[in-house]
Antibody
Framework: QVQLAQSRSELEKPGASVKVSCKASGYTFTSHVINWVRQAPGQGLEFMGWINPMTGDPTYAQGFRGRFVFSLDTSVSTAYLQISSLKAEDTAVYYC????????????WGQGTLVTVSS | EILLTQSPGTLSLSPGERATLSCRASQAVIANLLAWYQQKPGQAPRLLISRASSRATGIPDRFSGSGSGTDFTLTIDSLEPEDFAVYYC?????????FGQGTSVEV
C-alpha cells in the first residue's frame, strides 16, 4: 500500500536550517508529484508547492520562494523540504502529500513533521 | 489565486443528524476540480471527495459532495461519532491549489 513516512519533529533556533524528509513506498516514486502543505498551530492548510520526481523540477507557491527548497533522492524514493533562515513564524506541521493522476489532488499524506522554531 | 470561503466556521450537531457544509469559490473552479478532506486532531488530512462528487476509496456513502462552478457542498448523512472533525475544501483546477479555511463539525 502507498505510504509516505516523514521524519520526526525538529526543534531549531531562529536563523538555523532544517531539512524534513518524506520517504515514499508502495508505488513507483517517479510516477506521481509530491506536494508540500503547511499547517501553523491551530490554523488551516496552506499549499506550499510541489516537486515532480520524474523531472526534478520544483514549483513554489507565492510566499514560499527563497527560503524553501524542495529536493529529491530518487535512489531512496525520498523527497525533502529544506527551510533556511528559520523564523518563529515557520513553526508549523509540514506535510508531504502524493498527487493523484491529477497532480493537485492530494491522495495520500505523510503523518506530518512538526518544526518548532524557538530560541 | 482562487479564494475558497467555507461556511459555517463551526457546525454544532449531534450524532445521527445531517451536516451540510458549504464551500464558495471566488471564480469558477475549472472542471469542478474540487476536493474535500477530513482532519482529526493530531492527524493528517484524509481525502474524502474528489471532482466535487466522487468518493475516495473506502469512504462511507454517508459522505456526499455536490455542486459546480463556484458553489459546492459536502453533506454527511447521519453523523457518526468519528465524523466530528474539521473539513477542508480544496480546488486543484488552477495552479496554485488553494484550501478553504475549514469547517469544524463538533458535538
Amino acid at each position: 500500500q502507498v505510504q509516505l513516512a516523514q521524519s520526526r519533529s525538529e526543534l531549531e533556533k531562529p536563523g538555523a536550517s532544517v531539512k524534513v524528509s518524506c520517504k515514499a513506498s508502495g508505488y513507483t516514486f517517479t510516477s506521481h508529484v509530491i506536494n508540500w502543505v503547511r499547517q501553523a498551530p491551530g490554523q488551516g492548510l496552506e499549499f506550499m508547492g510541489w516537486i515532480n520526481p520524474m523531472t526534478g523540477d520544483p514549483t513554489y507557491a507565492q510566499g514560499f520562494r527563497g527560503r524553501f527548497v524542495f529536493s529529491l533522492d530518487t535512489s531512496v524514493s525520498t523527497a525533502y523540504l529544506q527551510i533556511s533562515s528559520l523564523k518563529a513564524e515557520d513553526t508549523a506541521v509540514y506535510y508531504c502529500a502524493r498527487g493523484a493522476s491529477t497532480a493537485g489532488l492530494l491522495e495520500y499524506w505523510g503523518q506530518g513533521t512538526l518544526v518548532t522554531v524557538s530560541s | 489565486e482562487i479564494l475558497l470561503t467555507q461556511s459555517p466556521g463551526t457546525l454544532s450537531l449531534s450524532p445521527g443528524e445531517r451536516a451540510t457544509l458549504s464551500c464558495r469559490a471566488s471564480q469558477a473552479v475549472i472542471a469542478n476540480l474540487l476536493a474535500w478532506y477530513q482532519q482529526k486532531p493530531g492527524q493528517a488530512p484524509r481525502l474524502l471527495i474528489s471532482r466535487a462528487s466522487s468518493r475516495a476509496t473506502g469512504i462511507p456513502d454517508r459522505f456526499s459532495g455536490s455542486g459546480s462552478g463556484t458553489d459546492f457542498t459536502l453533506t454527511i448523512d447521519s453523523l457518526e461519532p468519528e465524523d466530528f472533525a474539521v473539513y477542508y475544501c480544496q480546488q486543484y483546477g488552477t495552479s496554485f491549489w488553494t484550501f478553504g479555511q475549514g469547517t469544524s463539525v463538533e458535538v
